[in-house]
């Protein structure tokens, strides 16, 4: 069973930046971050696979940047000009194939942005 392990949430203020880690128990053909807003369903935020290719949702490209350390089985996402619509539980996906099928999740952590 794969592991996945967040952290870097925390509370900040407008205009200001989060880095979120994810380690990985073994290392995965995808990973990617998706976010569950306060009383909202869960969305992607950006995707990362073997090739490192990456994926936006519209509403953080140019702000939030993914990448990962093959090395470390860590996956990143750098978080800038956040506003208090990013405030959300943020989630670590992984995928051990090569259709990117999310099966494996972390337990979240907490992004809030204060206006």
């Known amino acids: 069973q794969v592991q996945l392990l967040e952290s870097g949430g925390g509370s900040v203020q407008a205009g200001g930046s989060l880095r979120l880690s994810c380690t990985a128990s073994e290392s995965q053909y995808c990973m990617a971050w998706f976010r569950q807003p306060p009383g909202k369903e869960r969305e992607g935020v950006a995707s990362?696979?073997?090739?490192?290719?990456?994926d936006y949702a519209d509403s953080v490209k140019g702000r939030f940047t993914i990448s990962k350390d093959n090395a470390a089985d860590t996956l990143y996402l750098q978080m800038n000009s956040l506003n208090p619509e990013d405030t959300a539980m943020y989630y670590c996906?992984?995928?051990?194939?090569?259709?990117?099928?999310?099966?494996?999740w972390g337990q979240g952590t907490q992004v809030t942005v204060s206006s």
């Open positions: 996906a992984a995928a051990s194939d090569w259709y990117c099928s999310w099966t494996y």
């Open positions: 990362i696979d073997w090739e490192e290719s990456t």
